[in-house]
């Protein structure tokens, strides 16, 4: 399993499976298909719901593969509560009893990664990421980062003089390059971790309920034969998906597609067997129309 240097002695996989909007009760058996189909990296979250399903799928892969801990990447998050919704604001001490609360649910002593989910109020943030560091010294998370966060809300926490995440997990793909947020990322060493790689795809989130009325549009211009996605999985005998996701690899992301459907789960993890060449890759860079359809990290303007 190809992997990036998160800390000097811990690497994430660059391939990770996400389990955003899978039901508890579908996330033990999708989990398991996942880590049988050679993921090594889990991603879930307070927020997804999720954690006792996924947590159920862990324990039957490590029982049916052989598998120890060590073999396997868990990332969960921090859901911070927001009051703007109408939600308490976690403190240092209730974001420690969260990961508690989490690593029962997941039935795991500890975390690879713990992450803060979003960036909401200003002194919540600070706080909660004192609880993170705490989390870190307890052994509870080997790493601790923030996803969502612009930077803005990373110099917050420099000029706090706490200690930088390690990772930061944003929505990245071609039409969403945040080459401003990324540069900062990787200047000070915070490795930017992808979520909704396969936005440009036509059946991105075509479930029920799961679109929007920009994903839609979104959508319908990948439908087209000539769509350049559609033109490079012809060009190298591989699926729309497997480009995006490549992109972003190359590209020095660690990715996370998810899916519950058993043929993409394992066409998803079979991305390390070509390149795509220096002239697409060109091509790609030119795609990127700004903030993408999630939160907008890539504005400072745009912070809370």
């Known amino acids: 399993m190809k992997t990036r240097t998160l800390t000097p002695d811990l690497e994430i996989p660059y391939l990770g499976f996400g389990t955003y909007l899978i039901a508890d009760g579908d996330a033990a058996a999708v989990v398991r298909a996942a880590i049988a189909a050679g993921y090594r990296h889990i991603d879930t979250a307070e927020g997804y719901q999720n954690e006792s399903g996924v947590g159920a799928g862990i324990k039957q892969a490590f029982e049916s593969q ?7 990447f868990v990332t969960t998050k921090l859901w911070p509560g927001n009051p703007a919704w109408g939600q308490a604001a976690k403190t240092t001490e209730s974001t420690v009893a969260s990961l508690d609360q989490s690593l029962a649910r997941l039935g795991l002593d500890y975390v690879d990664l713990y992450l803060i989910h979003a960036p909401f109020d200003r002194d919540a943030r600070l706080a909660q990421w004192r609880g993170l560091v705490e989390l870190k010294r307890q052994g509870k998370a080997r790493a601790i980062g923030v996803s969502n966060f612009s930077i803005h809300h990373l110099e917050e926490l420099k000029a706090a003089g706490l200690p930088v995440p390690v990772a930061n997990q944003i929505e990245l793909h071609p039409w969403s390059q ?13 490795t930017p971790i992808a979520y909704s790689s396969l936005v440009p795809l036509s ?8 679109g929007s009325a920009k994903t839609d549009a979104m959508r ?3 439908e087209h034969e000539d769509a ?11 699926s729309e998906a497997q480009v995006l ?3 972003a690899i190359q ?6 597609p998810k899916s519950t459907h058993p043929e993409r789960i394992r066409r998803n993890a079979e991305v390390f067997g070509f390149d795509i060449d220096d002239e697409d890759m060109a091509a790609i860079e030119k795609m990127d ?14 912070a809370s």
Do not use: C, H
Not at 203 to 210: I, S
């Open 245 to 247: 996701l490549r992109w």
């Open 220 to 222: 319908a211009e990948g």
């Open 203 to 210: 059946t991105w989130r075509d479930a029920a309920g799961q």
């Open 251 to 256: 590209k020095g992301y660690p990715v996370l």
């Open 178 to 190: 945040k080459p401003a947020l990324v540069r900062y990322l990787n200047d000070n060493r915070i």
């Open 228 to 238: 350049p996605f559609k033109v490079m999985a012809r060009k190298y005998g591989v």
């Open 289 to 302: 129309r700004g903030d993408g359809v999630a939160w907008a990290t890539g504005d400072p303007t745009k």
């Open 66 to 72: 052989g598998l120890a801990r060590s073999d396997l």
